[in-house]
């Protein structure tokens, strides 16, 4: 029989979409919308794969420029907060040493009485134990000992005991 080679009476055409299948023009649930990135695309800012290497240089350039900007600037907030704390230091050091040598203390061990007065540059700012126990900057042969404020060599010292 050449009837059993044939669909039945109420079967789809051979080339139709199945039945649950939408409308061939209706849009696709769940898609991105039509000028939406491929999910696999590199970020907006990167080269195009097929970029010249020069592209790609110019980005890595343009970043290194960018990062060394804001290590500079990172630097020079430091450097001048490091000066801001050298200036506060020296104030409070200048104050503390004027404070000292209005009480007369020796500026070397800050425990003395000042009672030695420096030769030829006439410091009046030691006591004779620091005095005795200053360092040689000569030699064994050629001694040398220079004054602990201006660093001009040391010609004698003179004690002078209960003047302050």
């Known amino acids: ?29 769940n898609a991105p919308p039509e000028n939406a990135p491929p999910e696999n695309a590199p970020p907006e ?19 290194e420029c960018n990062f060394r900007t804001v290590i500079t600037n990172e630097i020079e907030n430091l450097r001048q907060e490091v000066q801001q704390e050298i200036g506060n230091l020296r104030v409070a050091n200048e104050s503390r ?19 030695c007065l420096i030769t030829p540059c006439y410091h009046w700012v030691i006591c004779i134990q620091c005095y005795r126990q200053l360092p040689n900057v000569g030699s064994d042969q050629n001694p040398r000992w220079i004054c602990p404020i201006c660093g001009q060599d ?11």
Request: hydrophobic share 25%; with cysteine.
């Open 1 to 29: 029989d050449d009837n059993d080679n044939r669909p039945p009476e109420n079967a789809p055409p051979e080339n139709a979409p199945p039945e649950n299948s939408p409308p061939e023009n209706a849009p696709l649930e």
């Open 45 to 63: 800012n990167a080269p195009p794969e097929n970029a010249p290497p020069e592209r790609e240089q110019l980005v890595s350039h343009e970043t």
């Open 97 to 115: 040493l004027s404070a000292l040598e209005d009480r007369g203390i020796c500026r070397v061990c800050f425990t003395e009485p000042i009672d």
């Open 154 to 164: 040391i010609e004698s010292g003179w004690p002078f005991y209960g003047l302050r």
